[in-house]
């Protein structure tokens, strides 16, 4: 940190140097300019104006008398002021940040041939420089002096984020012999070798002593294997992410017989002898698979030649964290296809309804026989056309605007009495209490009606006639929306894609509607899941927060 500072300190300070040495050289080229043309000016053969055009590009000159007063001048935009007395005996430099015009001025005073007494004053733009050197004077204090509040928080931070490993230290060397100088690290290590040592000499006891001291200390979970694989101990982290604590003593193809995942390539490290710096493994069935990463480190005996006399792995989930990556990458992909699509949507609805013109021209010619049935045909397809189109302008903006407090157990409630869905119950709770919020209510009312749709045809593709489970729950924080069918599940071959466009599990549909329920409800701060529901079908479940929601915001956000 310390160096940080330095360096940062060091740029500023050069930084400020380096535009005080182009101030120097703008001043002196100014003085230099300054001297010649009064020399020439002194012999009294050459005009200001002649003066001016061999003076550097963009120069101003200025003629003054003894008094200081203003004569003549050549180049300024506005009038001249005259000096404030008397021209200096001798040449002088000032700017460019003491004058209101932001130049350099060189003053050099001569005498004429008759005697006459007169300063030529030299102007050079210097505009640039005089910004830097406002700048300077707030960069330079206020950079070094954040550099320093950093550096002071960061060291006060420290204390926080290192006393848990002061903890465990202390422990360790409360658990262990000696360790009061070297490094902390290898005592660490030190400790667990010992721990192993023991257990080579059957004693079992010192074993379960590490993992009791060590077992609370880390929120990960935490295996110790020995060299050949056999697993020692495992803390209760570990345990509830195995789904149960793996027997002790036994060798990894037993103890983790239940995630072979997970089994493999713990083995080839301990086969290989080499670490894994950062592993991941899958656990569990498709529903309630978990992705778990995993640290392995070979604990070495230096007297040995290094050779690992156990293993410490470390087990951590990642589930959230990984499903929070794909869902920026598929609100990335999605944005870009929005684009795509609202172009494409556009060209496609002129087309739709310039051949709906069409057809509305030939009605009126009162066709009959097959070419009225191709006419009732061909209106069919457009309309379905017109559908998509829509769904397509939809998907791609939103454009949820009309924010409004709305209340989200009427909006379910008016999304299920559409007659679309009269051939299947639809059961809502008995007691609807109030579930208040901010949003677009329409936008809301259409992605929960698709979702419904959904589960209606589920349910009547497996030949019932409901119910379908509508389930409410309000909360302080945020609301939750259940809705669960009775149908064939959700099709094996779709899992994880199911909110991906153009993806569709029903003959003929377009694969907008869940995709287009998850954007609204993303845009409104929400979260939607589906999985299987026990014992068949689908269940749905819709999160919404509780508060006032920036759907702009949400939009730029995944």
Sequence with gaps: LLLFVALASFALLSYRAGVSRLVEERRAEAARWAARLADEARL???????LARAA?????????????????????????????????????????????????????????AGGARRCLRLELPARTLAAEQRSLAILVPAGVGLSLAAALVLVLVSRALVRPYQRLLSRARAAGAGGEGGDEIEFLVATFDRALAALAGTRAGEIEALQTTLGPQIESGLLLLDREGRLLAANPVAA??????????APLDRALADHPELAAPLARAVATGERIARGEARLGGAAGARTIGLVAEPLRDRAAGGVPRGWLVLLADVTDLERRAAEERLAEGLAQLGELAAGVAHELRNSVATLAGWVELARRKRPEGALADDLAEIERELARTRRVVEDFLLFAR??????????LAQVVVRAARDPAFAPVEIRLPERLD?????GDAEMLERALRDLLKNAVEAEASAGGRGPIDVVLEPGADEHRIEITDRGPGLPPELAGRLFEPFVSGKPGGAGLGLALARRIVLMHGGRLEIDDRPGGGARVEVRLPARKIDTEGNLRRP
């Design 56 to 112: 550097p590009p963009g120069a101003a000159l200025a003629l003054h008398d003894a008094a200081g007063r203003t004569i003549a001048a050549v180049g300024f935009a506005g009038p001249v002021e005259a000096l404030p007395g008397a021209p200096p005996p001798a040449p002088t430099v000032s700017g460019p940040g003491d004058n209101p015009r932001e130049t350099v001025v060189a003053l050099a005073p001569f005498e004429t």
């Design 434 to 438: 109030p579930m208040p919020a901010t």
């Design 44 to 50: 009294g053969a050459v005009t200001l104006e002649a």
């Design 398 to 407: 939103p454009g949820a605007r009309r924010l409004a407090p709305v209340d």
């Design 240 to 249: 509830d992410l195995l789904g149960g604590e793996p027997p002790a003593g």
